[in-house]
């Protein structure tokens, strides 16, 4: 059974940085695309980024480019999203998700594991 869990939300300030981690479990990970969704309060969810199933590509949403670095480690099965100089807006649950069809996908519904998501919160 593939799980996915993420962690590393929690409440930073305007301007802070964060890091969070998905650990995925329960099928070969360098088979699995994989990317980060975001949903606020209200709001549909959305694509923030993606990466390749070696890592060598990545792909963003136009309003993380320089700010969040996607990457992953395949030895150890987790994915990561660092997000510096983090905004009001940035607030959301995040979630993780993985692609065993597509690289780079920034369509929700062509991605087949899920993970539960982990709340940031930016405060101004």
């Known amino acids: 059974q593939v799980q996915l869990v993420e962690s590393g939300g929690g409440l930073v300030q305007a301007g802070g940085s964060l890091r969070l981690s998905c650990v995925f479990s329960g099928r070969t990970f360098a088979s699995v695309a994989m990317g980060w969704f975001r949903q606020a309060p209200g709001k549909e969810r959305a694509f923030v980024a993606a990466?390749?199933?070696?890592?060598?590509?990545?792909y963003y949403q136009d309003s993380v480019k320089g700010r969040f670095t996607i990457s992953r480690d395949n030895a150890n099965n987790t994915m990561y999203l660092q997000m510096n100089s983090l905004k009001p807006e940035d607030t959301a649950v995040y979630l993780c998700a993985g692609t065993t069809r597509y690289s780079g996908s920034r369509t929700e519904t062509q991605y087949d594991y899920w993970g539960q998501g982990t709340q940031v919160t930016v405060s101004s």
């Open positions: 990466i390749s199933w070696s890592g060598r590509s990545t």
